[in-house]
């Protein structure tokens, strides 16, 4: 599918050992669900998979993408998290199921996972405490590894004082290093340093509180 090893790249022959790979997914190789699930989802971003040669299919994308996270792999534990966030694939919101399978990536190494449940702790949820402390040392955990978006967040917290005391020069330092990794956010925030402008006239871009594009908000 990809063309590696000097192999033609022939998605009709690859989405066939794709298929047979995702009915023999288990502990040792669950690759195979996961990626034909993705494909199946239209959410596979390294190869675009013609349409003619596979159909979407949310309750199927659906159920190999479950079972490549229960047996471990790490990208489908994340996307079930962003599932359950956004209500997407046929999945109803749940905070307290999206915190859980983020919490597994996040154990297997997943940064945004890390900065997922940094988001969901912020603010929490119905039946989720808000928990800043939490938010704080998730945000850190992928600011530590070099996510912008982590970067920029340890930014606002240290300017806001989120479960630290305000400290605008530690805030300075870490929307610089969200800048320099492309953050845009950062980006304008250092702009507005620059120009001398209050926080008071920032765009509600960045004074919103970071957990407000959340889509899932469960009754």
Partial sequence: MLGEFKQVVDFRQALIYLKHAASKADEDCPDGAYVYGMILAKEWDRAVVPDELVSPDDHEARELILRAA??????????IGQCYEYGTLGFQC??????????????KGHVEADMSLSKWYLCGAENLEQN???????????????????????GYFHEHGVHV??????AMIWYTKAATHGNEDARKRLALDDAGVRRDNEPNSLKKDMHNDKNCVVQ
């Fill in 165 to 170: 005391p305000k400290n605008s020069g530690a």
């Fill in 94 to 107: 749940d905070p307290i199921l999206s915190v859980e399978y983020y919490k597994r990536a996040a154990e």
């Fill in 70 to 79: 229960n047996l471990g792999h790490v990208s489908a534990l994340f996307k």
């Fill in 132 to 154: 800043e402390a939490l938010a704080y040392e998730h945000a850190e955990k992928a600011a530590l590894k070099g996510l912008p978006t982590a970067e920029f967040a340890m």
